[in-house]
C-alpha cells in the first residue's frame, strides 16, 4: 500500500479535489486550503530540502513544498518495491505529481514571459520534461497525460493563461463578478482536468457558448477571454507553440453589417454570385480554423433566413459560399451574445427555437454594474480608477490617474442626477463616459432616454404622461376588482405600478422587497403584454 496511514490518504484526496477546482471559486478553495494546511503528513524535515518554489503566494509555496517533500518519500517508497494496490492510489499519486509540476513550473509566470517573446521559445520546458521523465523511468505505468512532456506543458501553459487573461479581462470583487469568472473558467475546462487534458482539449470548440447580458456589461470581454484561452499545442523540438497566442479571435458585430452582407461575410461568396462579387471571398467562418473562435455580437439581430444557415454550421459544422453548392467544413468555435431576451423573440417569431437550443449548451450571464455596486459598493472607485488609466493613456503617473478617479467618484456622490444608487442604464459603457465627461468637462449629466414603457418614473412631469399614468393606474384597478387578472398579469402590473412610483428600479426593488433582476424582469413582461396588446388592437 503507497498510502500508508489514513492521513496519509485524507491529504492525498484533498489535495486531489483542490487541484482540480476551479480556482475562481474562492469559499471553496480556502477551504481546502485550509484543510490541506491542517494535516500533518510528517515531511517537515524532507520539506527542507526542497528546492525554492518562486510565487508571491506563501499559502501555495507552503502546500507546493509539502507535496513536493511527500512526494520524495511516496518515490522512495517505489523503488523499495512499495505497490499500487487499486486505481484510486494510481489516481491520487498522478494528482499530487500533477499539481507538484504546476505548482512547480507554472506558479511564476516564466513560461508566459518566455512565450511572449518574438520567437516564442520556451526555454523552461526542459525543466518539467526532466522532472516527468524522472518518474516515468520508475516501475510504475502513469496515463498517458502525464506521459507527453509537451502536452501537458501546454495544458498547464494554458491554465495559466486562462487564469491571467480572467483576471485581466474581468474586473470587480463583488459576488456577482466573482461568479461570471467561475463560470467563464468552467466554459474553458470541465470539472475534471485529467478527462480534459486526454480527451476533451480538442473538442471543447464543438460546444456553442452564449452570453447574455444587457448592454455594456462587457460580453466582449468575456468572448476574448474565453476565445484567447485555448489550447495550443508545444513543439519539444523547437522549444515553441505551434501558433502565436494572439490571432485566433474573430468579433463580428452583426448588427453593424447591412442585412445584404451579413451572409457573404459570414460564409464568404463565389465569383458571380451577386453583383459585385467579381472573385471568391472566404468568409469569417471559413477564416477560422480549428482552435481559433468566432464571436458573433448581437446574435439576436440576425434575419430568420440567416439563423438557418447558421443553425446548420452548428448541427453539422458545415455551410455553403454564397452561390455555391459544395459544402465546406467550420472547424472553429462559436460564441454569441445578445442583449435580448430570446425567449420573448421566439414567441415573438423573430428568433428560431432550434437555433436557440444548439447555442444554449453552454451559456453565461453577464451582470448590471447596478448588481455589481449593489453587492459591492465599495467597488465603485476601483472600477472608476481602471477607466482613468485607460483613459489618460500609458504616460499617465499613478498621481495623476489617482486624482482623475477621485474627481470622477466625487462627482457621481454629488450629483443629484446620480449618487450612489443611480442605475447606471447604461452599465459599464456609461461609467466610462462619465469618467470621459468629468476629464473634459469636469461633470457628467445623465441622458434619460424614454423606453417604451407603460409606467416611467415620477421624475416626468409632463401633464399628458401624467394623466396617461392615472389612466393606466384606475384600469389596472378596474379589472383587479372584476379579478379580471391572472397570477402573472397581477405581479407584472403592480411591479410596473411601483417602478412608476419609485426614482429607480433599485428603489421598486427595495419597496416590494425582492432583487431588481426578479422586478425588471416583471416589468419587461408587462411591456411585452402591452406591445402585443396594442399591435392586436391596429
Known sequence: MLFRTPTELRFARTFADFLFLNPFRQTEADAFRYELSAIDVRVAEAAKRQPPIESDRPHIVELAQKVDAWLSQLRHRILQGEMIENYEEQRLLESLIMGAAFYRHFESRRPLREASEGDRKVRSFHKLEQELNSWNELPLTLSPFLRDPAHLFAVYFQLRRSFDLICQLVQGTS????????????????HELQLYGTLLYDRMQDITTLILGPSGTGKDLV??????SRYIPFDSRKLQFKEPLNGAFHPINLSAMPLDLIESELFGHCAGAF???VKDRDGWLERCKAGHTVFL????????????????????REFFRVG?????????????????DLASEIVAGRFRQDLFYRLCSDVLRTPSLREQLDDTPGDL??????????CLGERAQPEQIDWLSKLTVSWIESCPELGMSYDWPGNFRELEQCVRNVMVRGEYHPTRIPGPAMYTSTETTSNDHAGSTNRAVEDFLRRVRAADLTYDDLL?????????????????????????????ARIQQELVAKFRGETSSS
Open 381 to 390: 472607485p476601483h472600477l472608476v480608477r481602471i477607466i482613468a488609466a485607460k
Open 324 to 340: 455555391e453548392t459544395e459544402p465546406r467544413q467550420f472547424k472553429g468555435k462559436v460564441i454569441a451574445a445578445t442583449n435580448r
Open 492 to 520: 407584472n402590473h403592480y411591479c410596473s405600478l411601483v417602478f412608476s412610483r419609485a426614482d429607480h428600479l433599485t428603489d421598486a426593488a427595495s419597496r416590494l422587497q425582492k432583487h431588481r433582476s426578479t422586478i425588471q
Open 275 to 277: 453583383t459585385g462579387a
Open 223 to 228: 468572448a476574448m477571454g474565453i476565445g484567447l
Open 175 to 190: 459576488r456577482p463578478i466573482n461568479r461570471l469568472r467561475a463560470e467563464i473558467w468552467h466554459s474553458i475546462f470541465p
Open 297 to 316: 455580437d448581437e446574435v439576436g439581430e440576425l434575419d430568420l433566413s440567416i439563423q438557418v444557415k447558421l443553425l446548420r454550421v452548428l448541427q453539422n
